[in-house]
């Protein structure tokens, strides 16, 4: 099994729609997560951490669910310019940061 | 500006010519990573450094070494490129205590 799985998509959505995101890891000692964002082309730049209460910034909510052992984020009013690869990462002790493959975002007009 | 800087952003060579891609970072950041991204593939991870004069192998390190000799630098050496590592390459830093990783812009490799 991976390490960090995601569905690759791609999630083509009309503007104004709510995407939801999940991510699975493999590791259950893991203790940090995160949500990256990248642009075609571009560096992968942190959209969010993830916490255990979960959390939220503006449209964007983030949760953890541990006992199964996955994350989500959540995008409401989706707009044209949320249009990216959504990677999900995961830090285990002291090691690496672990990426997933990422999910693609299309906003369509 | 706190940012991670890589040269050159694109490179074209031939096969079996040593190439170096240069990596710096202005944060004083202890991890440095290399890795490179292909379609498919996602991000996947070359060496990474913990400190000055530590590196480790990350997931794919065939065919590359690096050295950290200093804090702010981490170049990434490949000593006979060969077609197959032809990608998009990237520097990152993070520090220890933070988590947040910041990417270089990226380096274009075409080896032909």
């Known amino acids: 099994r991976k390490e960090v799985e995601q569905d690759p998509g791609p999630f083509n959505v009309p503007e104004g729609a709510t995407v939801a995101f999940n991510c699975t890891y493999s590791?259950?000692?893991?203790?940090?997560f995160f949500w990256y964002r990248q642009d075609c082309r571009k560096e992968p730049k942190l959209l969010m951490s993830?916490?255990?209460s979960g959390n939220e910034d503006g449209r964007f909510t983030a949760q953890l669910n541990r006992a199964s052992q996955y994350i989500s984020l959540l995008i409401r009013d989706s707009k044209l310019s949320d249009s990216a690869t959504y990677l999900c990462v995961v830090l285990s002790g002291n090691t690496p940061l672990v990426f997933g493959k990422g999910t693609r975002l299309s906003v369509i007009a | 500006e706190a940012q991670v800087t890589q040269n050159p952003r694109y490179l074209i060579t031939v096969t079996g010519k040593k190439l170096t891609v240069t990596c710096s970072q202005n944060m004083n950041h202890e991890y440095m990573s290399w890795y490179r991204q292909d379609p498919g593939l996602g991000l996947r991870q070359i060496y990474y450094s913990m400190n000055v004069e530590v590196t480790d192998k990350g997931d794919v390190p065939e065919g590359y070494k690096v050295s950290r000799k200093e804090k702010r630098n981490f170049p990434l050496i490949l000593e006979s490129p060969s077609p197959n590592q032809t990608s998009l390459y990237f520097c990152?830093?993070?520090?220890?205590?933070?988590?947040?990783?910041?990417f270089g812009p990226g380096t274009r490799l075409t080896v032909t």
């Open positions: 993830v916490y255990s």
């Open positions: 990152a830093s993070r520090d220890r205590e933070s988590y947040e990783q910041y």
């Open positions: 590791n259950s000692a893991s203790q940090s």
